[in-house]
């Protein structure tokens, strides 16, 4: 009898064997699958044109996931901030890219226009221990398609304290070579998380210990940014190209981190020869400390 009393209050409690599953909602008019573990919302992944009332339309984006959200469910990123409308979420563009001849970049609007454009879904896999959402995009410079990108995303079952999140990115030029370039002197581009609003000032901590300030192009296995309360962090894998990078990591205006890669040193995709890139995003409860950060890149 004791045994089933103990095994009574640990159900009571949410022992793990008692985990939801995951589920997939569309909202078509609003252009955003929502991936949901159970009630709570794990991450939107907005594959329609998004704008926001007031922002002018050349801010007009798709392909990027936003919200990504808590533990509680709130959500951890901000999409058109005021200080930097082109931020989004987290997103994977860049500054400074060579297409057809010309000078362009899918991290500001420019002219020609250069963006991700969704094509179609790959696969999605809802279970009960991790979901897979997988995606083909495309590149248009106006209305030609310059590169092919496949986006797969791998949420991982919650714990109590935290849940890693995979992300791989798969991109292949189409007709012709496409250059790839950090921004001048700073050399940030690429994968990139903009934190919700309360985490400007969080506290930033690498694989090298804590930052007293903001960084840039200092080389990085991991970096995360939290609060007393919350944090997230990001991570790359030792088969990362030029491991470990440079990274823009930042909280003076607005929480950033940027895998800042392939940086000053510029990267040619050409066709017929895919280039991938693998992170793993990790939401937590607490600091650093308290979400076990360098545990769970271990």
């Known amino acids: 009898m004791r045994f089933i009393a103990t095994i009574a209050a640990l159900l009571a409690v949410g022992w793990p064997c008692s985990a939801e599953s995951f589920r997939f909602v569309d909202d078509a008019k609003a252009g955003a699958l929502t991936l949901h573990e159970g009630e709570r919302p794990v991450l939107a992944y907005c594959y329609g044109d998004q704008t926001k009332e007031g922002v002018d339309a050349k801010f007009t984006r798709s392909c990027y996931i936003h919200p990504l959200y808590d533990l509680d469910g709130q959500p951890l990123t901000d999409d058109f901030p005021r200080d930097h409308r082109h931020h989004r979420g987290v997103f994977w563009t860049w500054p400074r890219v060579k297409a057809r001849g010309k000078s362009v970049q899918t991290w500001h609007p420019c002219t020609p226009p250069l963006r ?15 979901a897979t959402l997988s995606v083909q995009n495309e590149w248009k410079l106006a209305d030609e398609r310059v590169a092919l990108e496949t986006v797969t995303l791998v949420a991982h079952q919650a714990d109590e304290v935290g849940r890693a999140l ?14 790839l370039l950090g921004a001048d002197q700073k050399g940030y581009g690429g994968l990139c998380l903009r934190g919700a609003p309360d985490l400007k000032g969080s506290a930033l901590t690498t694989d090298a210990g804590p930052l007293k300030q903001d960084s840039v192009n200092a080389p990085f296995k991991w970096a995360d940014m939290s609060s007393a309360r919350r944090g997230v962090a990001l991570f790359v894998p030792p088969d990362h190209p030029d491991y470990p990078p440079t990274w823009l990591v930042r909280s003076s205006y607005g929480g950033i981190l940027n895998v800042s890669w392939p940086g000053l040193k510029p990267y040619t995709l050409e066709p017929g020869a895919p280039l991938t890139l693998r992170y793993r995003l990790y939401v937590h409860r607490g600091n650093t400390q308290a979400g076990r950060v360098a545990e769970a890149f271990r």
């Open 166 to 179: 995979d992300v791989t990115l798969t991109f292949e030029a189409v007709g012709g070579p496409l250059e």
């Open 116 to 130: 991700q454009h969704f094509v179609q879904w790959l696969k999605r896999e809802a279970g009960g221990q991790a």
